[in-house]
């Protein structure tokens, strides 16, 4: 079982950057894809990016959404259970609660339904 609990969210200006956390329980976090995904009002849940497991290697793989790419990044920090969302550029349409979610499979890395563990969301609000 993992937990996920996001923070960071809040009201920023656009062209302002913002940067997520996701922290996770449990002592295999790094054996976890991670992955942030976003639902605006009145649309479905959509996908933003997603990280790799190592694998035991020291190397990750990292995918977006073409509509975040060269804006935000994705990261993770093993050793302190969390994934981040660096968000630059921000612009209204990014407006949405964001959500962190882990999968054990690999593949698949932007279908929601491929995660088993959901964090409960964190709003971020871009202000023209």
């Known amino acids: 079982q993992v937990q996920l609990v996001e923070s960071g969210g809040g009201l920023v200006q656009a062209g302002g950057s913002l940067r997520l956390s996701c922290a996770a329980s449990g002592r295999t976090f790094g054996s976890y894809d991670m992955g942030w995904f976003r639902q605006a009002v009145g649309k479905e849940r959509a996908f933003v990016a997603a990280i790799t497991s190592s694998g035991g290697t020291r190397y990750y793989s990292t995918y977006y959404s073409d509509s975040v790419k060269g804006r935000f990044t994705i990261s993770r920090d093993n050793a302190k259970n969390t994934v981040y969302l660096q968000m630059n550029s921000l612009k209204p349409e990014d407006t949405a609660v964001y959500y962190c979610?882990?999968?054990?499979?690999?593949?698949?890395?932007?279908?929601?339904?491929?995660?088993?563990?959901w964090g409960q969301g964190t709003q971020v609000t871009v202000s023209s």
């Open positions: 979610a882990a999968k054990s499979v690999p593949g698949s890395y932007d279908a929601d339904r491929r995660y088993d563990y």
